[in-house]
Each structure stands twice: as C-alpha cells, then as structure tokens.
C-alpha cells in the first residue's frame, strides 16, 4: 500500500473510532431483518424495511453517539421518503456509511455444526462499487458455535483465511474492513470455555492477517464479548465477564490495532452497556486500543418494538433510539449509570 492510501484508511479508522462515540449495525440481512419484523408483525416487505432504516437514520441527534452506521446492500440504493438516498442523509450528519459484505454463513462440508462465511468470489469490484457509493468501511462476519466437539481447528482456520483476505481486499479498495469474527452465546457452555475459543479464534484471525500482510492500523476488530452460553447455569457478574473479555483481549489483539468495537451477540441492551461500562473502569488506561460498540440488537431492540410498522409510532421509537445509542456512548467512556435507563431525554 502506498501512504495516502495508508493514510485515508487511517483517516477513515479515527472518525469510528472518536472517544464518545461507537458503531450502529444496521445491515441485517433480508432473511434476518424479516424474522425480526415477523416476531412484532410487522409486514416482511422490501417497503417496510425501507420505512424502518428511514427511521433509523432520520433520527434527530444520533449523530451525537454514532460515529458510523454499516448498512445492507438493500438500504445502500434506498432513499428516504423526500429521495435523499440514505447514505447521504448520513454523510449530512457526519455518520461514516458501512457496507456488509460478506454473502452469509453456510454449513461446513464435512463439519457437522460448523458454518463458513462465504462472498470471496467478486469481492473486489463490488468493493469498487461500494466506496464508488460513498462507503468507507466494510464488515465481514464469521460465526463461530461452541458445542460438543467443536468448534474444530478445520473450522477456526478456514474462517479465520476469509477474513484475512477480504481484510486486505478491503484495505487494497480504500474501505476499513471490520472484521468480526463471533463466537456464539448459544449453548450452555462456561465463561472459561467462552474465554479459551475467543483466544484460539483470536489468535487463528490475528495469525491470519499477519500473514495476508494486513495492514493493522488500518482494521477494527469486532469480537465477541467472552460470557458464558445463554443456557449455562452460572451466569457470571459484569465485573467477571468485563474481566475475562478485557484479559483475552490483551493476550490476543495487537497493539497496533487502533480499536476493538463489541457485538452484542443477544445480550439485553442494558447487559451490554454495563458490561462495556465495567470494561472502560476496570482497565482505564491500561488497553493499547480504543474498545466500543458496534452493536444491532443492543441499540435497536426497544426502537422496533414500540415502531411495530406503525408511522404513528416514528417519533417515540426514534427517542428509544436515540437512548440506548446514548447509553452504549456513555458506557463507551466509563460514564454510563443503570439510572441512565429511566433518562429518556426530552431535547427531541
Ligand atoms: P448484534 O449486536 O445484534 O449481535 O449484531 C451485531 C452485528 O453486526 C452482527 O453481525
């Protein structure tokens, strides 16, 4: 690479990563963000989602938390209702417009209970088109089970490959590439068993990138946080998950990335804000990288449910909105409070 792309990658990596602020997933596929509408009864039309995510980014003040939004192939060519496209209306609140680009996880041939990212084919001119578009960063996810068995070394490397190379196609386009490589909550396996895959994933991705020649300055890593299955029995405290989940961190990420930004994974908004907050007070000052949120769920949960697809409902679910990205900004410096739940501020 030479040094200016160097640099507007850099310069990319320090808008998403500004102190106060962190990343909103919006780029749930059709088949997900269906299920999700079909949960609440919300009609699964392309016009439905495009009213939703018309929602999302014409929420008055979002730009004081979000620093970037990653955004689905689908709402990349969307407008809103007056025909701004929606990435502009982001660009005009200084948002950093993100595309997802991986195709999904399928099944593993020959790994039972195992799953590959698959969108490699292609990749580097629909990453043209896209940073034609306006995006500036990309993500690329590879999912990661926990079970009897696995997850196998077959399944951590061949996962852990993908990434790196779409991390460098990304970098060769001029888009930061997050690369998330998650590991599942479901299961009802230990914290200790969360902490001691996410080191193995971690260090696969990392060996991975290494030898691809990706460029660390210029990636956000998006982990999992380490916490223990949804069905296990212990259910470790904030203070324990923060330290497990920081400690594996700085066993594993190198210094020169400048920043990790959390999944929620399925956590309640309210889990992830405390657990991110704990994070930034138990180990102020000794993480060699910034560490946010680049959550979905976790910001967008309550927001969906009281909009129902109900225009009636556009206003109240924008507050919602807007609050639990303030919540997630507030953890992200160490300064969120369980009060802060109750604070739905009325400036909108
Ligand atoms: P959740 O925060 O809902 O886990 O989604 C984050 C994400 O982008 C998954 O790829």
């Known amino acids: 690479m030479n040094r200016m792309e160097t640099a507007d990658l850099k310069k990319t990596v320090a808008l998403l990563l500004h102190k106060q602020k962190g990343l909103l997933a919006m780029d749930e596929s059709t088949s997900t963000c269906n299920k999700r509408f079909e949960a609440l009864g919300i009609p699964q039309t392309e016009e439905y989602r495009r009213k939703y995510r018309e929602l999302i ?16 192939d689908e709402t990349i060519n969307q407008s809103i209702t007056d025909g701004t496209l929606m990435i502009d209306v982001l660009k005009q609140k200084g948002i950093v417009p993100g595309i997802k680009v991986d195709e999904g996880a399928v099944p593993l041939d020959r790994f039972p209970g195992e799953k590959i990212t698959e969108g490699l084919d292609g990749l580097g001119k629909r990453l043209a088109d896209y940073y034609a578009k306006g995006a500036r960063f990309a993500k690329w996810r ?79 890593l998006k982990p999992n946080m380490v916490l223990p299955g949804l ?81 009636n409902n556009v206003a109240i679910a924008q507050k919602l909105l807007y609050h639990r990205a303030w919540c997630n900004s507030m953890a992200r410096q160490g300064l969120y409070k369980p009060e802060m739940e109750k604070e739905i501020p009325d400036q909108l």
Not at 57 to 72: D, K, N, R, Y
Not at 160 to 186: F, K, S, T
Not at 294 to 307: D, V, Y
């Open 231 to 311: 069905e296990s029995p212990v259910q470790d405290s904030i203070d324990v998950v923060a330290d497990a989940t920081v400690n594996c961190f700085l066993r594993c990420v190198p210094a020169a990335v400048p920043g990790i930004a959390f999944l929620s994974g399925g956590q309640s908004g309210q889990l992830a804000s405390e657990r991110l907050n704990a994070m930034h007070i138990r180990f102020k000052d000794k993480m060699p990288w910034e560490l946010t949120f680049s959550f979905s769920r976790a910001i967008q949960q309550p927001a969906l449910e009281a909009w129902k697809g109900d225009d």
């Open 57 to 72: 980014v014409t929420t008055p003040g979002l730009e004081e938390s979000i620093s970037g939004a990653i955004l689905f």
């Open 142 to 220: 590879a999912v990661i089970n926990i079970g009897e068995g696995i997850p196998t070394i077959t399944a951590i490397k061949t996962n852990a490959y993908n990434l790196a190379r779409y991390a460098v196609l990304c970098q060769q386009a001029g888009l930061v590439p997050i690369v998330e490589p998650e590991v599942l909550m479901d299961g009802n396996h230990s914290l200790q068993q969360c902490s001691e895959v996410t080191h193995q994933v971690l260090h696969a991705v990392f060996n991975a990138l290494f030898d691809q020649h990706v460029e660390f300055e210029g990636m956000i």
